[in-house]
């Protein structure tokens, strides 16, 4: 089984994948079953918009048959007990809806960094995503515990500890004496966009 974010991921091939995290984050199962007919729930939570279920081998006196697929979404919150922001713009409204989604999508028993690979509470993402459920979903326990995870893991002197220890210096270091960045190789431009989305 395969689930894929878009398109495109159905038609890749995870043995290619040669990245500098490990496989474990690609959303795909090897399962074995080995008496029919049988009832299957998925061991991970995945994050998905397409899926793909391939028979790798079966008897040639039997036929594959799925039925009765369904997904559970989870998360802390609930898009019911939030207000739709009041526009008549459209296009207000479906960011409105987007983010709202997202943000929902990201309220698991933390605030997790992408519910599809990191799955992580990260410092610097944790205040944007406490301030947008102040004016939404309104979830302070989460914040609360969030809160006392990182505080239960200062550094000596007492801060709380972020992954970017030397991300500004490095950044800086991108930029021209006009400020500027400069094009350059062994720079790689993050853009999270893709047709479609």
């Known amino acids: 089984m395969k689930f894929g974010e878009i398109a495109k991921e159905m038609t890749e091939d995870s043995a290619d994948y040669d990245g500098w995290i490990s496989r474990s984050w690609i959303q795909e199962e090897f399962i074995h079953i080995d ?3 049988a009832e299957l729930k998925l061991p991970r939570r995945y994050a998905f918009r397409y899926m793909e279920i391939e028979a790798i081998d079966t008897s040639m006196k039997w036929q594959m ?9 989870v998360s802390s919150v609930r898009m019911e007990d939030v207000n739709s922001v009041e526009s008549e713009d459209e296009m207000i409204c479906r960011l409105d809806r987007v983010s709202l989604r997202t943000l929902q999508n990201c ?3 933390v ?4 519910p599809k690979r990191d799955r992580r509470l990260w410092l610097g993402d944790l205040r944007l995503q406490a301030l947008a459920n102040y004016e939404t ?11 006392y995870l990182f505080a239960g893991q200062t550094k000596d002197n007492g801060q709380v500890s972020a992954c970017a220890y030397r991300q500004m210096e490095i950044a800086k270091e991108q ?6 960045m400069k094009n350059g190789d062994g720079f790689w431009g993050f853009i999270d966009w893709t047709e479609g989305l």
């Open 35 to 37: 008496v029919l007919p």
């Open 65 to 73: 048959v799925v039925e009765d697929v369904f997904c559970t979404s």
């Open 107 to 109: 309220m698991q028993t």
């Open 111 to 114: 605030f997790e960094d992408g």
């Open 137 to 147: 979903f309104h979830n302070m326990k989460l914040v609360k515990r969030c809160l």
């Open 175 to 180: 930029f021209d004496e006009n400020g500027l």
